[in-house]
């Protein structure tokens, strides 16, 4: 056993010594230590890195190639939210075009944020899938509804939530409902048409309900207006039917309806009376005002001879002459006057001419001036009238009608009582007033004072002779400092 071991080792040393010779250069040939036969290897690899004769790397003599020359594509073509691949598309919801085949649809469709809304045809909205007509506005119509009784304005859905006055233009500017976006905050007179069941003003209001009976939709609360005054802000109280001045500085709150109008422009042809024609234009263009809840300008036309292009004037047609709106012949005889007749018009029993009365209450210097360039039914030769000619429209006192009991004409005008022929007497008083019927004292039923050209020749031209005519007396009024009507005569 001994003999075996000792043999195992010689030859295990044996091929320690052989391997570590054949990585080992010889450096001295002459090396008595070699067994024999051992032949020096010479190296003639010159790659000075590897001292072996080796001239090429063992086994793979090039990197191996990736046979993958192309890099993998993205799979994902379908655009996800927040998805930030260059290379997708996003998705249009107008294309192909949902709205092109749509009943009641103009065939438009318009991109929204998350959808699309298709552009429906007047009198019908879009609710999502298709076009309805707009119902009447009811407290059970619904939203967009339409007021048929107030000039075919629409409203929309009341706000889900309360809002102060410096967001409600906003509110309205992005609201998107029935396939409209052209919503906006109502005036005062245009919330105000929502009213109903209470006959009485804004600021009396009625007794306070709960149930919606003030209002067209319904509503119990206050809605914001546009229309303001002064610092404050105007709601209305549908609760009460009442309108509120809500202070700038208290920042108030209040829910929303927003109104729109399916036409707020238009070309409409002028009203020229018979025998009139038009100065300058036939037609003009209108706009919706929602502060007046109105077309303007108006197509009435008006006697003018500054033509127009804005508005609606004109001129009559030779033989004609403009009177109240219309044409009338130059050779027609004028309406007889009374209380319900045009003017000019013409007291027959006299022969005098009568104007229309000032629209407005005048000095007496004014007054004058008025007359002076007064144009109506083509005359242009108007003057106040004297006390004598202004005594011819008293009727039914018989002391103050011309050539009665009272002295004062434009011979006589000394207001005094003295002498022997007083121009100024109790006769001028007039007659008993009668507060139900403040005009019967006058053939055109005026319940007011007219001045007169005549000076009270006693008061160094500061007076002027008046008719008050609620009581028919003939009277002397101040002319530096009062105010009267005033009608012309010629």
Known sequence: MKKFFLIFALCFLALIVSCG?????????????????DTDVVDTDTDTADPTGDTEPTGDTEPTDDADSQPDEDADTTPEQNDDDADTTPVDPCDPNPCKNLANSTGKCIETETSYICVCQNDTAFNGTKCEAIPECSSE?????????SSDIIWSAKSAETLPHNEIDSYCGHLNE????????????????????????????????????????GDTESLWTSTWQNTYYISI???????????????????????????????????????????????????????KMEWTPSTTSIFSNQGSSLECHHTCKSGFVGVGGKCRAIDATPTECSAESTTP???SSTKFIWSG???????????????????????????????????????????????????????????????????YSSACEGCEYDESDK?????????????????????????QW?????????????????????????
């Open 21 to 37: 010779g054949s990585k080992k250069k010889d450096k001295d040939q002459s090396d008595s230590g070699e067994p024999q036969g």
């Open 141 to 149: 119509s619904g939203t967009p509804c339409k007021d048929s009784s």
């Open 178 to 217: 029935g396939g409209f976006t052209d919503w906006q905050v109502p005036s005062g007179l245009a919330l105000v048409s929502l009213l109903q069941n209470c006959d009485n003003s804004l600021s009396e209001g009625c007794e306070e309900r709960s149930d919606g009976k003030y209002s067209k939709l």
């Open 237 to 291: 109280d549908f609760s009460n039917a009442t309108g509120k001045l809500e202070s700038y500085s208290e920042d108030p709150s209040h829910n929303l309806r927003c109104v729109r109008k399916e036409k707020t422009a238009q070309n409409v042809p002028c009203l020229t009376p018979e025998n009139g024609l038009p100065n300058t234009v036939s037609s003009i263009s209108q706009k919706w005002d929602w502060e």
């Open 345 to 347: 018009c013409l007291d």
């Open 357 to 423: 009365k000032s629209s407005e209450m005048l000095l007496f210097k004014d007054a004058v001036e008025y007359c002076e360039n007064l144009e109506e039914g083509g005359f242009t030769d108007w003057s106040v009238p004297s006390i004598s000619e202004l005594r011819t429209l008293i009727k039914g006192c018989a002391a103050t009608e011309s050539l009665g009991e009272c002295n004062v004409s434009d011979i006589c005008t000394v207001n005094s009582t003295a002498g022997m022929f007083p121009c």
């Open 439 to 463: 005009g019967k004292y006058s053939k055109f039923g005026d319940d007011f004072s007219l001045w007169s050209s005549t000076v009270d020749a006693n008061s160094s031209s500061y007076n």
């Open 466 to 490: 008046t008719v008050i005519f609620p009581t028919g007396e003939v009277y002397n009024a101040y002319s530096y400092d009062k105010s009267k009507y005033v009608r012309c005569v010629r």
